[in-house]
T-cell receptor
Framework: DAKTTQPPSMDCAEGRAANLPCNHS???????VYWYRQIHSQGPQYIIH???NNETNEMASLIITEDRKSSTLILPHATLRDTAVYYC?????????????FGAGTILRVKS | NAGVMQNPRHLVRRRGQEARLRCSPM?????VYWYRQLPEEGLKFMVY????????ESGMPKERFSAEFPKEGPSILRIQQVVRGDSAAYFC????????????FGDGTRLSIL
């Protein structure tokens, strides 16, 4: 699986958009980009995933560059409850499922 | 639709005892994954199972750890003769058969070894 690089931490003002970058320059054609977050010691929460097109759901938007070597997770209106560790994961589509390799992630602190 | 259910939430064992952690996947999910998170560290993949089959156990320690996902009932992660270093949070995730669909995680079992 391709390696990802994320900034160790970021701050965001409450109500503003949080833009979390991720570099995955060695991504291959059949690898997906997944984003998860972990609040305190809870189980990781799935946010969004994509292959090459931009994606949006009720939680966030995922912008993937045309060359697929980087992506940005956007939380449009960050709240204090969005404070968490955010993980960008690249995983190939195995025949029967995907093993996720978690890095250190980005600690996002939303401040009032 | 119930999420991934793990029990117990907290488990305390003495050194040398056995620990059994249970995971019931989401409805319609036939793939189960176990991950371990040591204190102040990231999550590490342990094992990936389908019903009655271990697909990938590349992250499992060679000794004392085993996992199963029987035809009926939850998936079980079993740790024999526990040691202090086994203290961690153990998370289970499940996914549907389609390979690109995301895994959804339970809230974990916190294992403490006295």
């Amino acid at each position: 699986d391709a390696k990802t690089t994320q900034p160790p931490s970021m701050d965001c003002a409450e109500g503003r958009a949080a833009n979390l970058p991720c570099n995955h320059s060695t991504i291959s054609g059949n690898e997906y980009v997944y984003w998860y977050r972990q609040i305190h010691s809870q189980g990781p929460q799935y946010i969004i995933h994509g292959l090459k097109n931009n994606e949006t759901n009720e939680m966030a938007s995922l912008i993937i560059t045309e060359d697929r070597k980087s992506s940005t997770l956007i939380l449009p209106h960050a709240t204090l409850r969005d404070t968490a560790v955010y993980y960008c994961i690249v995983s190939h589509r195995m025949e029967y499922g995907n093993k996720l390799v978690f890095g250190a992630g980005t600690i996002l602190r939303v401040k009032s | 639709n119930a999420g991934v259910m793990q029990n117990p939430r907290h488990l305390v064992r003495r050194r040398g005892q056995e620990a059994r952690l249970r995971c019931s996947p989401m409805k319609g999910h036939s793939h189960v994954y176990w991950y371990r998170q040591l204190p102040e560290e990231g999550l590490k993949f342990m094992v990936y199972l389908q019903k009655e089959n271990i697909i990938d156990e590349s992250g499992m320690p060679k000794e004392r750890f085993s996992a199963e996902f029987p035809k009926e009932g939850p998936s079980i992660l079993r740790i024999q003769q526990v040691v202090r270093g086994d203290s961690a949070a153990y998370f289970c995730a499940s996914s549907p058969p389609e390979g690109s669909q995301p895994q959804h995680f339970g809230d974990g079992t916190r294992l403490s070894i006295l």
